[in-house]
């Protein structure tokens, strides 16, 4: 069983004149990068068999373009996601059986918390998801023991991976994973620690 946890793409902010928070809709450009960095999610990961979402509009409209990057796919609403804990979400995700691979696009700090607690580790701080950053959680035993973190991306890489797909950059990850003996999440993990060293940084205030 896979779990693939999406934080939703940028928002208009809290406190807009006239926009209750749980209606906030994604911005242009929110959701134009999400656009992009779901291509590269479909690039590194199979279509998910169950996509939930959280309730709230940002949340939708991730998922929306989720779902249509994958395509054949139909979002699920889950309460759980906007206002739950981790052991909700993972009782609602229980319910699902044992599926093989699963998105959840939700908020933080929630989604940190159901991270740390899927890697049966306590401090939750540390992982903090960017808007419209993914990881992929391997639970080989299912949900009830911890789980392996496949990967944890940002949105640039993902955007960097979409814009790469289609390019000569494949073939050289795939030529080097053939040549070296090495597989290709191997390769895509260095490949995403040698963009970090050349992004700037970016923090966020919005925690929902």
């Known amino acids: 069983m896979k779990l693939l946890l999406i934080r939703h793409a940028a928002a208009v902010p809290r406190g807009t004149p006239g926009v209750p928070d749980g209606e906030r809709p994604l911005t242009a450009d929110g959701e134009a990068e999400f656009r992009s960095a779901a291509g590269g999610l479909a690039w590194i990961v199979d279509p998910p068999d169950v996509l939930l979402s959280s309730p709230l509009a940002r949340a939708r409209a991730t998922a929306g373009i989720a779902a249509r990057t994958f395509g054949r796919l139909e979002p699920r609403i889950e309460p759980a996601l906007a206002h739950g804990t981790p052991e909700t979400i993972l009782a609602a995700l229980a319910s699902h059986g044992s599926t093989a691979t699963m998105a959840l696009v939700g908020h933080e700090p929630l989604l940190s918390a159901l991270l740390a607690r899927l890697l ?89």
């Not at 049966?120 to 960017?130: A, K, L, P, W």
């Not at 999440?185 to 966020?204: E, F, Q």
């Open 120 to 208: 049966g580790v306590c401090d939750s701080d540390r992982i903090g998801f960017e808007k419209g950053g993914a990881a992929l959680v391997d639970l080989p035993d299912g949900l009830s023991s911890a789980g392996r973190l496949v990967w944890f991306l940002d949105p640039r890489i993902l955007r960097t991976l979409a814009g790469r797909r289609a390019s000569a950059t494949e073939g050289r990850v795939r030529a080097r994973v053939f040549r070296e003996g090495r597989t290709f999440m191997d390769v895509l993990r260095d490949y995403a620690a040698s963009i970090r060293t050349r992004r700037r940084d970016d923090t966020s205030s919005e925690v929902v």
